[in-house]
C-alpha cells in the first residue's frame, strides 16, 4: 500500500496528460499510446477505462449521459484501438486572447533563434498549438535583433565551438582596447549577459559584458587547456584592488546583489541592511544603483557617492532646467 500511495502523484500527472494527448492524435492504438508514456499496455488500459467513469455532473449535481467521457468500445475491445467520441469540460479551459498569444509567440521566436536551441522540435510545435489554441489569430510581431543580440550569438558559437575570440571591448571608463580570449561560459546576471573567458592580454580570467563587445570574430584557434587554472564559479571574483563600498539596501533586493558582498555581515539601520559591496571601480556603481531605484543607497566612501550623485544630476539635468538637485551631493 504504501508503494501504491507513493505512486500517486505520477498516476495523477500521467491521467491529466493522456487525455489531451488522445484528443490530439484522435485515433491511437494502445502499444502507440503506451510507449509514448513509457507505461505497460495493461496500465494504459485500465487508464482509458477509469477516464470513461470520469466526467462533470450537471446542473442537479447527478451524472447524466452526457457528462461523462465515453469512447469507441468496439474499437477498443476489437481492435486495441483508443478513440474518444465525447468529451467534456475541456472546451470550457480558458484561452489565451490574440495579443497573449502573441507575445508568448514573439519570445519563443527570439529563443528558437539562439544557437542552442536552433532547429528543436519542440519549440516549433510549441507554436503551432499557440497559434491554433488562440481564442483569435495572434497579432504578427517580431523581435528585432539587437547588437547585443548580434553579439551574443558569436560569443555563444565560440564557446560552443571551443575557438578564440577577438573584439573590441569598451569598459566601464569608456576605454577601448582589443581582446583575444579562450571563452568559456556564457552566464546572465539581472537584464545583462557575460562572457567569463581567459584573458591573453591580462594573463587571467575575466568576465566581459557582452553590450560592450563589438567587432567580434571567432578565431580558427582553439582554446587553450586551462585544466591546470582554477576557473572562478561565481560570476563575479574578488582582487586585491578591489574597493569596498558601504550600502543600504532593501532587505527584499539583497540577493540581487549578492554577488558583490564583501562578507556576510550586515545591520539593520532605519528598516534597512548595511552591507559591504566589493566593486573593482566606483563608475560600476551607477549602473547597480539605476538598476535597482530606490532600494540601494550608497553610505561610504564619499567618493563613491559623489560619483552616483554626479551621474545622477547629470541624468536629471537632462530632463529639466537643472535646477532640481539629488539627495547626499
Known amino acids: 500500500m504504501a508503494q501504491q500511495r507513493g505512486r500517486a502523484p505520477d498516476q495523477l500527472v500521467f491521467l491529466l496528460s493522456l487525455v489531451p494527448y488522445l484528443l490530439e492524435q484522435r485515433v491511437v492504438d494502445v502499444p502507440t499510446a503506451a510507449a509514448h508514456f513509457g507505461v505497460a499496455e495493461s496500465e494504459l488500459r485500465d487508464a482509458v477505462r477509469l477516464i470513461a467513469t470520469s466526467g462533470l455532473p450537471g446542473a442537479t449535481g447527478t451524472y447524466q449521459a452526457n457528462d461523462l467521457f465515453d469512447i469507441d468500445w468496439d474499437a477498443f475491445d476489437d481492435d486495441d484501438v483508443i478513440v474518444i467520441v465525447h468529451h467534456v469540460a475541456i472546451d470550457d479551459a480558458p484561452r489565451l486572447s490574440s495579443r497573449e498569444a502573441a507575445a508568448l509567440i514573439a519570445g519563443l521566436q527570439y529563443l528558437s533563434s539562439t544557437p542552442e536551441n536552433a532547429g528543436r522540435a519542440q519549440l516549433d510545435a510549441l507554436l503551432a498549438k499557440l497559434t491554433a489554441g488562440a481564442s483569435a489569430t495572434p497579432i504578427r510581431l517580431a523581435v528585432a535583433e539587437t547588437e547585443s ?128 559591496l566589493r566593486v573593482a571601480h566606483f563608475h560600476g556603481l551607477k549602473r547597480l544603483v539605476a538598476g535597482l531605484p530606490g532600494l540601494v543607497t550608497v553610505v561610504a566612501p564619499a567618493e563613491a557617492r559623489a560619483v552616483v550623485a554626479d551621474w545622477a544630476q547629470a541624468g536629471l539635468e537632462g530632463y529639466g532646467d537643472g535646477e532640481a538637485s539629488v539627495p547626499g551631493r
Do not use: C, K
Open 149 to 276: 543580440d548580434a553579439a551574443l550569438t558569436v560569443a555563444r558559437r565560440a564557446v560552443t565551438e571551443g575557438r578564440q575570440l577577438e573584439f573590441d571591448y569598451r569598459n566601464a571608463l569608456g576605454e577601448r582596447s582589443r581582446r583575444r580570449v579562450d571563452p568559456l561560459r556564457i552566464a546572465s546576471l539581472g537584464a545583462d549577459w557575460y562572457l567569463q573567458a581567459y584573458d591573453h592580454l591580462r594573463e587571467d580570467f575575466r568576465n566581459f559584458r557582452v553590450d560592450r563587445m563589438s567587432d567580434l570574430v571567432v578565431s580558427e584557434q582553439p582554446i587553450d587547456d586551462h585544466s591546470d587554472r582554477e576557473v572562478p564559479e561565481a560570476l563575479f571574483h574578488g582582487s586585491e584592488t578591489d574597493l569596498d563600498v558601504v550600502v543600504d539596501v532593501a532587505p527584499d533586493a539583497l540577493p540581487l546583489i549578492a554577488d558583490y558582498l564583501a562578507d556576510s555581515s550586515q545591520e539593520e539601520v532605519d528598516g534597512r541592511l548595511r552591507v559591504t
